[in-house]
């Protein structure tokens, strides 16, 4: 099936730093990505759409200044957290649609951000 | 996208078939139903998707009665690696964006 990369996996920072999370399609292209956030115990929330070539769209009651993201190519996106806070800390998933048979998404393994 | 719903937990026992169920009474016509699988600290996983009656892989099995406002997730002969929350969805198509119900958390006792 088709491979879809996050990097980090694991990342802890300082309160007001800002931290950039790659997604990558390894095997495929994506025009269209999505990132989520995930709590504890909780189920994905989507953020928003990454589109490559264009402005991303953000879920409503997300930050778009807080968290930029941008799509440079049919292969990567980037979430950028900025000045981040302790209660950015969370579960951050990426996925990227691909048909393969059916109509399905692919998830990153998620990135583990931590803000002390 | 149709709203679903689902048992927010089920516990069970290693060996024992498992079905889960899904209300989607909104349901369109073009609606496909999908369920993913999510380990902890790990990104969803598909499993199985289906549009009308029965369809089987090598993980599990996906019925859909013929008025299409539930579907029933089988996994069979569970086993501990099982355990983890399963997310019933209706709606994918193509790249749509996914907005994810609460899940059911799926308990596989030894």
């Known amino acids: 099936g088709a491979v879809v990369s996050q990097h980090p996996s694991w990342v802890i920072c300082k309160s007001g730093t800002s931290v950039k999370i790659e997604c990558r399609s390894l095997d495929f292209q994506a025009t269209t990505m999505f990132w989520y956030r995930q709590f504890p115990k909780q189920s994905l929330m989507l953020m928003a759409t990454s589109n490559e070539g264009s402005k991303a769209t953000y879920e409503q009651g997300v930050e778009k200044d807080k968290f930029l993201i941008n799509h440079a190519s049919l292969t990567l996106s980037t979430l950028t957290v900025t000045s981040a806070h302790p209660e950015d800390s969370s579960f951050y998933i990426c996925s990227a649609p691909k048909f393969s048979g059916y109509n399905e998404q692919f998830f990153g393994p998620g990135t583990r951000l931590t803000v002390l | 996208l149709a709203k679903t719903t689902q048992p927010i937990s089920m516990d069970s026992y290693e060996g024992q078939e498992v079905n889960i169920t899904c209300s989607h009474n909104n349901i369109a016509t073009n609606d496909y139903i999908t369920w993913y699988q999510q380990f902890p600290s790990q990104g969803p996983r598909f499993i199985i998707q289906?549009?009308?009656t029965k369809v089987t892989n090598e993980v599990a099995s996906l019925f859909i009665p013929a008025d299409r406002k539930s579907s029933t997730l089988s996994l069979p002969r569970v086993s501990l690696s099982d355990t983890a929350v399963y997310y019933c969805l209706v709606g994918l198509r193509g790249d749509d964006k996914i907005i994810f119900g609460k899940g059911t958390r799926l308990h596989i006792l030894p």
């Open positions: 289906g549009y009308k």
